[in-house]
């Protein structure tokens, strides 16, 4: 029963130290907050290397599947056509294995945000969003890392 007990022990430790060498990735420097009807909101942070296009998104205040869960959603940018300088990016993400785009902006003519929920109950699934300075300003890059990676 000893060697039981120190055996889980040790391997206790060493898979909190095996989590603690692992290097965090890189974040940005700010939070961005978005709200939406229905008390939607959604936070992005730009996680990793600009050049590889990927965010954090977090969903919360909603009675939704997603509400209190952070995904890292792949980000597609493009311009809405050749003859412009605005530009458009999807955010998606995976859930139950299917990608969904939950996320999008719009430059130009009706530019900003809209989120799409997968749909639930009487929820709808589009929701046009508004900036929220206050909640950007209250959300720390790295607080909303360490979220992320805790629900992994």
Not at 109 to 132: C, D, I, R, V, W
Request: aromatic share 16%; proline share 4%; charged share 25%.
């Amino acid at each position: 029963m000893k060697f039981f007990f120190l055996y889980s022990l040790f391997s206790v430790i060493t898979v909190c130290t095996m989590a603690q060498n692992k290097p965090r990735p890189e974040v940005g420097k700010v939070c961005k907050a978005y709200t939406g009807a229905e008390g939607l909101k959604i936070t992005t942070c730009r996680v990793g290397p600009e050049e590889k296009n990927e965010a954090l998104l977090g969903f919360s205040d909603v009675d939704h599947p997603w509400s209190g869960k952070i995904f890292k959603a792949k980000m597609k940018k493009f311009k809405n056509n050749s003859n412009s300088n605005n530009f458009n990016i999807d955010y998606s993400i995976e859930w139950k294995g299917k990608e969904y785009v939950v996320l999008t902006y719009r430059d130009g003519y009706g530019s900003g945000f809209t989120a799409y929920l997968m749909p639930f109950g009487s929820l709808q699934a589009e929701h046009k969003l508004a900036y929220n300075e206050y909640a950007s300003q209250s959300c720390s890059p790295e607080r909303f890392l360490t979220e992320y990676l805790e629900q992994q």
